[in-house]
């Protein structure tokens, strides 16, 4: 079955411009994750969505980093005024609920602002 | 100090080789999950263990709660097996499903 897709797989951002990520979680995943994956680290938690409630944004580095899943479903990260700092992979991973269940991730996208 | 840390950061084998790779932990955790990543950035899960062993193919997957340690082996390595490989606990405080991740082991395989 299909897995999780991210989209785009590839942004490259100039200084200042707002993006949008959009993450597609397996069909029936009530829980969906984000993460921030530096270059050479592990992924570090952003945020996490169970249905259309954000339940934890602890992970958010900024106010300049925003998540929404307003039906359930599709999950969009928004990164306003981008800095280069904010160049990295932006993980999404799925799972059938916050507890046992294993996540599943998707492939990415990697951001890259100039 | 990492919550979790892996050894070692980058492992060279020869094909054939049997691997070992450590995780260890400073939280207490209701699962560990081990996951591969390979260059282009996609993560495959590869176990999620609570306790005890587990074993998938050439897999092989240790937890001890009490030591808070894990280990992944693998068996008959390939050049295939290249990869880094992330340790993940999700920890019993805080969000419950929230992970938190090892810097990961970079393997190189070579024939």
């Known amino acids: 079955g299909a897995g999780v897709s991210q989209s785009p797989r590839y942004k490259v951002a100039k200084r200042g411009q707002d993006v949008a990520l959009r993450c597609d979680p397996i069909?029936?995943?009530?829980?969906l994750f984000w993460y921030q994956q530096a270059l050479g680290q592990g992924p570090e938690f952003l945020t996490y969505?169970?249905?259309?409630?954000?339940?934890?944004k602890s992970g958010l580095p900024s106010d300049r980093f925003f998540a929404e899943r307003p039906e359930g479903s599709v999950s969009t990260l928004k990164i306003q005024r981008t800095q280069q700092e904010d160049s990295a992979v932006y993980l999404c991973?799925?799972?059938?609920?916050?507890?046992?269940?294993?996540?599943?991730f998707g492939p990415g996208t990697r951001l890259t602002v100039t | 100090k990492n919550e979790v840390e892996q050894s070692p950061q980058n492992l060279t084998a020869q094909e054939g080789e049997f691997i070992t790779i450590n995780c260890s932990y400073s939280v207490g955790i209701s699962a560990l999950h081990w996951l591969q990543q390979h260059p282009g950035g996609g993560i495959v899960s590869l176990f999620m263990?609570?306790?005890g062993k587990k074993k998938h193919g050439r897999l092989i997957a240790t937890i001890n709660i009490q030591e808070k340690h894990s280990s992944l082996h693998i068996t008959a390595s390939h050049p295939r097996d290249s990869a880094v490989y992330i340790c993940?606990?999700?920890?019993?405080?805080?969000?419950?499903?929230?992970?938190?991740f090892g810097t990961g082991t970079r393997l190189q395989v070579t024939l």
């Open positions: 969505f169970q249905n259309e409630a954000q339940l934890d």
């Open positions: 069909s029936g995943h009530v829980s």
């Open positions: 991973a799925s799972s059938l609920a916050g507890l046992p269940y294993e996540q599943y």
């Open positions: 263990l609570s306790s």
């Open positions: 993940a606990v999700r920890p019993i405080t805080g969000t419950a499903s929230k992970l938190t």
